[in-house]
């Protein structure tokens, strides 16, 4: 039962551990002076003390609902499951735990239970029949031993496990923590003055990493230690090679900034982010490479076996596609790929944004598949060309008088020329343009709405590209490449 929590706790926050909360419950319960003679005692060894004094306790524990099984197995069942509504209770009072965090807790009461109905199985084929003397070892007996003997074993198995991916998790936290970026050779363009537009509920014209969107498919997030990690480049080139961190870091670097979308982006929606990007140009790597000819498309890897098929010209023509390591001047967050992730700008994350990648495949689209692709997206997802208003939010009550309206647009690698606002059913007309970073990220508008008639209005936002294309009004849905349509929202002015 402990060493399946334990085992499990592992996928999930530290603190979800029953050890490290009943620990770290017995501590804050603790009396001064225990805590004090205790440290005394152990020294710095006291956390060790505590560890191996609730070894034993789980010991003794564990052989008393043994015992009790011998005479009822609901009784025993009961006292695991009143065993787990303490370590659960150890778990949800911790500060850093959510309720999510006991489901190791439960994992490992369920197993209790299992093991002990198959020992106490076990152990009733072992009573020995009326007449012949209990106190020979028959073979069932043997069999209860071998498998008390293979629960122990098992048990231990999975406390190690545990304790080896812990330790992945803290080397790869050392790491990161220790991880300085190196200089970039090429140094992304200053912004220009007046990208963004300062009015309440506009988003920050660079996305910080803590409020940056995450989608993955990771139910835990791998913790890679860049000392271990390595890129291996293959399939139809002239020369395979491998890459490690090391190397990595050694490349001629460039940063950029480069607003990365979700194809799962709702019309209106926030699955959108930017953010300055550092990182090894992918045309560089693939150069060294050599693609051989009939080659349309690299499969990118990562570690957790998520797949993305990129097509091979965009990462060979000369927009940034880049194998990134930083994100806002700070290694990536692991949430974010860390330590190496793809970004590609103009086509959509789920076909070129592989976080934690670690194999390049180069391949052709009619022999292979990404992970989308077999789930029923395009196997290709260019970004459509977008416009969303931030300001008012959506049914909010503004004062009468002027009203000015936000938002941002997007359409990377072509860039955006114009937007333009619709109130009710009345004329299209121009918002200002807040200043163009680059066409690769996304740009910011803003629009007054002159002596605003009280009552229930919409207020309907387009926007135009570089070469003049308007955003097309077709309504479609995300699956299979990307919502499209003009965003409408209802405000109403007091
Ligand atoms: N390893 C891995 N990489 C992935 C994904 C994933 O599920 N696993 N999702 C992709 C999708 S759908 C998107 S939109 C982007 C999101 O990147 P972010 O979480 O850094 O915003 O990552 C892409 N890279
Ligand atoms: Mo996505």
Request: aromatic share 8%; proline share 6%.
């Amino acid at each position: 039962m402990f060493a399946v929590a334990q085992f499990a706790s592992a996928f999930f926050n530290s603190a979800s551990s029953p050890f490290f909360s009943l620990g770290s419950a017995i501590i804050d319960l603790t009396p001064p002076w225990l805590k004090d003679f205790a440290i005394a005692t152990f020294g710095t060894n006291d956390k060790l003390a505590l560890f191996i004094s609730i070894g034993v306790v789980a010991t003794v524990l564990s052989a008393v609902v043994g015992l009790l099984a011998k005479r009822s197995f609901a009784l025993a069942c009961t006292a695991i499951v009143a065993l787990a509504v303490v370590m659960s209770s150890a778990v949800v009072t911790r500060a850093s735990t959510s309720l999510l965090d006991i489901v190791p807790t439960v994992l490992g009461a369920i197993a209790g239970i299992g093991v002990l109905q198959w020992l106490s199985r076990l152990a009733s084929a072992t009573a020995a029949p009326p007449g012949e003397d209990a106190s020979i070892p028959g073979p069932s007996r043997r069999t209860f031993l071998l498998g008390s003997v293979l629960a122990l074993a098992a048990s231990a198995i999975a406390t190690g496990a545990s304790s080896s991916i812990s330790a992945a998790r803290n080397m790869a936290e050392a790491a990161r923590k220790a991880l300085r970026l190196p200089a970039p050779r090429t140094k992304a363009k200053p912004l220009p003055a007046g990208v963004q537009v300062e009015e309440a509920d506009m988003p920050r014209f660079v996305t910080p990493n803590r409020n940056f969107y995450r989608i993955d498919t990771a139910l835990s997030v791998p913790q890679i230690d860049p000392g271990q990690w390595s890129l291996r480049v293959h399939g139809m080139v002239e020369k395979e090679f491998t890459m490690n961190f090391d190397e990595l870091l050694d490349q001629e670097l460039v940063e950029t900034y480069l607003t990365l979308t979700c194809v799962s982006n709702p019309v209106g929606g926030d699955l959108v982010g930017n953010a300055q990007w550092l990182g090894y140009p992918l045309r560089h790597l693939l150069e060294r490479a050599i693609p051989q000819t009939g080659a349309d498309m690299v499969l990118s890897t990562s570690h957790d076996g998520f797949s993305a098929s990129t097509p091979l010209e965009v990462l060979r023509d000369d927009r940034m596609a880049l194998l990134a390591i930083g994100m806002n001047g700070e290694p990536l967050p692991f949430e974010h790929g860390f330590p190496v992730r793809m970004v590609v700008p103009g086509l959509y994350g789920y076909v070129s944004a592989t976080k934690w990648v670690v194999d390049l495949e180069v391949t052709r689209f009619q022999d292979k598949a990404a992970y989308w692709t077999t789930r029923g997206w395009s196997e290709r997802g260019p970004i459509k060309m977008s416009s969303r208003i931030d300001t008012p939010r959506p049914f909010a009550k503004v004062p009468a008088g002027d009203v000015v309206l936000g938002g941002t647009a997007w359409a990377q690698t072509r860039g955006i020329s114009r937007v333009q606002v619709q109130i009710d059913d009345g004329p299209w007309e121009d918002a200002d343009l807040a200043a163009e970073a680059s066409l690769d990220t996304w740009r910011q508008w803003r629009f007054v709405w002159k002596d605003a008639t009280p009552g229930a209005h919409s207020a309907t936002v387009r926007a135009y590209d570089a070469q003049g294309q308007l955003q097309t009004s077709e309504k479609a849905n995300p699956v299979p490449n990307g919502a499209s349509g003009w965003q409408r929202l209802q405000f109403t002015v007091q």
